[in-house]
């Protein structure tokens, strides 16, 4: 075949496609036929136009890479070289059957940032003036090998395309030429050529289908390409230099709703998706200015991770690139929300484990776990219920957002196998999900009314469990609209179920630690430690505000003989009797302490001595009359010596009060047992001690 690539495509169209191709990539490419004649030349660069081509030196290195370029493409296969000016060059061949037509040519590129120290170097070696030499080669495009040579075979099958069908066309032409010499000599030749005519136009027609098929397979691969673009798994679009959208892909619409021309401008999507009128300002504005001034710096702008409002009311974390292609702006979107959710769920979870080590309160605990889920789903409204001592009733934990109505409906809710969502999955031990709270039989009577008064319409309820299996409340999560839970939905609030169990037994034990440091272990009253502790801080209080203050010393009476008499476990159980007795006449404000033994304390806030001695006779009246029955033994009781005293000026501390009160209750032994004596602090600094029934 003897045929040159110009004879087989239009030039004109062939230029028009690498013009488009030009201004869509910015690189810059010609085509060079195989008589090394420039056919198609475009976007070269202000480097080599005004400076290499213009120097004796530079143009005779641009010459000499040239021909090694051409000697390289001998091979068959794509080349690239670097001249001698310190610039990339790229060629692949176009071959048509076999026979190498023309070249492609992707010349003044980079694949990596230039080194300006170098270029500097040279455009002092020959002549040039720095800073535009420099400014010419910053324009200069960086695009990585693997990239460029997708776009050069990109480039290649085109033109090879266009070849093809050029090739079918000239083959036509050629065909035609042949038939009208047929037709020539059929004038001669009419019977004689007659079988021979039949057969040339059956051939004829053979490449005119040939021809329909080319043109066909051309349409085809525009559609690919176009194909190529809706598949990729980003959102893409593009815009003018004045911010008008003139092109978003498939994935684009699939991400937020949106098609090319329900957003007109750039301003438009962003007040649309941005609707925060501080987001739009501390976020939105700076960045679009910084990419508006990227067009001129040809700086490379941060991408932008933002929250995006979709047209359905989504929401989803998007990171958002761009890049200046010519005159027109290409974004990419891609979608993070599944990775930034992970991320936000761990650092919330790791809030939430700080403040349990730090000891925050249980309700403040829950409360930041409820936050967290309703930060990540806006839409959504939690709560936490907390099963009682009893594991019968559900009372509130933490619900910051839910009615107060609805909440208190809630609070003290007895569980069971159709109590909503809440008190169906803490008797069953399971999840339970509820889409449709208007006609779910487990939501019924004045729960379902209140929950569709208070905006509720689903509800989905996971149980929360302890380390040890044990039903320690409930999450949940209530939606305005009927809907049942995605895979995410169900791993989210096992997450916050699984934080609230953390919460729950930490502030358990912390209780139980609490209650072991403070409490007697045989009477559940205070420690002498807590009871002094708590009596001295009690003492300080009543000193600074002037605040009557009073102190009872109590001893059982021979309580020695109760454990002689019955045994070391009877006596342990008169003295938890004996607790029980007297936190019946106490007070809540009141602070009974067992100070060792059968030795008791009783701090009295707030009360003046005449008042004081009637808590301790009523106290000791009330033990006295009391029998005690232990099984295989007569009933019994025992009696108290009660010592009293009440805070003076003077006192310091609880140390003066309590030997005060302690001598008062020697007194009460020394006169005879049973009986209430009071200690006061005189002027002269002596101490009286009446018994009760002298007073």
């Not at 230029?15 to 810059?28: E, F, H, V």
């Not at 978003?248 to 941005?274: I, S």
């Not at 009543?542 to 605040?547: E, N, T």
């Not at 309580?559 to 009877?570: S, T």
Request: aromatic share 6%; proline share 4%; hydrophobic share 40%.
């Amino acid at each position: 075949m003897s045929v040159r690539f110009a004879d087989l495509v239009d030039l004109e169209d062939l230029q028009k496609m690498m013009l488009s191709l030009y201004n869509i990539t910015g690189i810059p490419h010609g085509l060079v036929d195989n008589g090394n004649t420039v056919l198609c030349e475009i976007g070269w660069q202000e480097a080599c136009r005004v400076f290499h081509r213009g120097d004796a030196v530079a143009a005779a290195r641009c010459k000499a890479s040239n021909l090694e370029l051409n000697r390289l493409l001998q091979a068959g296969n794509s080349v690239g070289h670097c001249c001698l000016n310190g610039l990339m060059d790229f060629a692949v061949p176009i071959v048509v059957e076999g026979q190498h037509l023309a070249s492609i040519v992707v010349g003044q590129v980079l694949n990596e940032p230039p080194n300006l120290e170098f270029f500097r170097q040279q455009a002092r070696a020959l002549g040039f003036e720095e800073e535009p030499y420099l400014a010419a080669i910053q324009k200069i495009p960086v695009i990585p090998r693997p990239q460029l040579e997708s776009i050069m075979t990109l480039y290649a099958n085109a033109a090879r395309m266009l070849a093809d069908k050029g090739l079918a066309l000239w083959r036509l032409k050629q065909a035609e030429q042949q038939l009208a010499q047929a037709n020539a000599r059929l004038k001669q030749q009419v019977e004689a050529q007659t079988h021979e005519l039949a057969e040339k136009n059956q051939r004829l027609q053979a490449d005119i289908v040939l021809c329909g098929r080319i043109e066909s397979e051309l349409r085809h691969q525009q559609d690919k390409l176009q194909a190529l673009l809706d598949a990729s798994p980003v959102g893409v679009s593009w815009s003018s230099l004045d911010g008008q959208i003139e092109y978003v892909n498939r994935k684009f619409t699939e991400l937020f709703g949106y098609r090319l021309g329900e957003l007109p401008t750039v301003k438009d999507w962003y007040r649309q998706v941005c609707p925060d009128p501080q987001v739009q300002q501390n976020l939105i504005k700076p960045w679009v200015i910084q990419v508006g001034a990227a067009h001129k710096s040809g700086e490379s702008v941060p991408p932008l991770d933002t929250l995006v409002t979709c047209k359905d009311g989504s929401q989803r974390r998007m990171l958002i690139t761009t890049s200046w292609v010519g005159d027109r702006l290409l974004a990419n979107f891609s979608d993070i929300t599944p990775r930034w959710q992970v991320e936000q769920r761990e650092k919330r979870r790791e809030q939430t484990l700080e403040l349990i080590a730090k000891g925050y309160p249980l309700s403040r605990v829950l409360e930041s776990i409820v936050q967290g889920v309703e930060i990540e789903s806006p839409s959504s409204r939690c709560s936490i219920l907390l099963l009682d001592k009893d594991g019968q009733h559900l009372t509130l934990g933490a619900a910051p957002n839910l009615p107060e109505a609805y909440n208190q409906i809630v609070d003290g809710v007895a569980i069971g196998p159709q109590v909503g969502s809440c008190g169906t999955a803490a008797y069953l031990r399971q999840r339970v999900v509820v889409a449709d709270i208007a006609h779910d039989p487990l939501w019924g009577g004045r729960f379902r009314r209140m929950a569709l008064d208070s905006g509720l319409r689903a509800c989905w309820s996971e149980p929360i469990f302890s380390s040890d299996g044990q039903v320690l409340g409930t999450f949940a999560i209530y939606h305005s609209q009927t809907c049942a839970p995605t895979a995410e939905d169900i791993i989210q609030i096992g997450h916050a179920a699984n934080l609230a169990s953390i919460a729950l037994e930490h502030d358990l034990a912390r209780r139980r630690l609490e209650y072991q440091a403070h409490m007697d272990f045989l009477t559940g009253v205070a420690n002498r430690r807590y009871f002094v502790q708590t009596a001295e801080a009690e003492v300080a209080r009543s000193q600074r505000y002037a605040r009557p203050l009073s102190l009872l010393m109590l001893d059982v009476d021979f309580f020695k003989q109760v454990n002689d008499r019955y045994g070391h476990k009877a006596g342990d159980w008169v003295l938890q009797h004996l607790t029980q007795l007297l936190q019946q006449g106490l007070r809540s404000a009141d602070l009974l302490g067992r100070l060792g033994g059968e030795e008791f304390a009783i701090l009295l806030p707030e009360t003046a001595e005449m008042q004081a001695i009637e808590v301790a006779e009523r106290l000791r009246r009330a033990v006295s009359e009391d029998l005690i029955h232990l099984e295989g033994v007569e009933r019994f009781s025992i009696s108290l010596s009660i010592g009293v005293t009440t805070l003076v000026e003077g006192d310091q501390g609880l140390d003066e009060p309590l030997r005060r009160a302690d001598k008062a209750l020697y007194t009460a032994k020394r006169t005879g047992r049973n009986k209430v004596c009071v200690s006061t602090q005189t002027q002269e600094n002596r101490v009286k001690a009446p018994c009760a029934g002298d007073v």
